[in-house]
């Protein structure tokens, strides 16, 4: 009988030992899952190297920049206006510069596709055409970066402003209930 009794009190209490540890392993695990929530919400700067978009070493495209800075608004409409701007100023530029040599490979006579038919003012139409529709594609791109650059710094100033005043604190406290944790953000 007290063999029986040693060896149900034994299981009884590694049943609460291990109770108490599991209860112990899920509070460790939740503040730790806390912690890294708390720490995924606070992302890194987005810096720019050479006119490219970098977030912890990795190149960032403008979607994925547009997705970054999405949670600021005032950033996340810079950024899409400039990236915007950007495309349209790509565009622009690559059809000037197909109008642009077109008209080049004919006023060199290098072009064997056109018949002797194209007057030499047509030529120079087309390379009027080119260079007037690469200009503003040029200015586009200028002012696309700009503004992307400036929603980027928009996103970084905020994200400073936003983990400047956070402070966080652990201690020990004592009540009248006993003693705890005392956390404040």
């Known amino acids: 009988m007290k063999l029986i009794f040693t060896n149900l009190l034994s299981a009884f209490l590694s049943v609460i030992l291990n ?25 890194e700067p987005i810096q720019i190297i050479n006119g ?22 005032t950033a996340y409409q810079e ?10 100023g790509e565009i622009l530029v690559i059809s000037g510069t197909v109008f642009t040599c077109a008209a080049i490979y004919e006023l060199l006579g290098v072009s064997h596709i056109s018949d002797q038919s194209t007057s030499k003012g047509d030529v120079w139409t087309g390379l009027a ?43 020990i406290g004592l009540t009248n209930h006993g003693i705890g944790l005392i956390v404040r953000f």
């Open 52 to 73: 490219k978009f970098y977030q912890n070493d990795v190149r960032l495209r403008i979607r994925t920049v547009k997705e970054t800075v999405k949670p600021i608004p």
């Open 79 to 88: 950024v899409q206006i400039g990236g915007r701007r950007l495309l349209w």
């Open 129 to 171: 055409v080119g260079i007037g529709i690469t200009i503003p594609g040029y200015l586009l791109i200028r002012n696309g970066s700009q503004r992307l650059v400036h929603g980027v710094d928009n996103y970084n100033s905020s994200l400073k402003l936003q983990s400047a005043p956070k402070s966080a604190s652990i201690n």
């Open 19 to 43: 109770l108490l540890i599991m209860k112990k392993l899920v509070l460790f695990f939740g503040l730790s899952l806390f912690i890294f929530s708390s720490n995924a919400q606070n992302s």
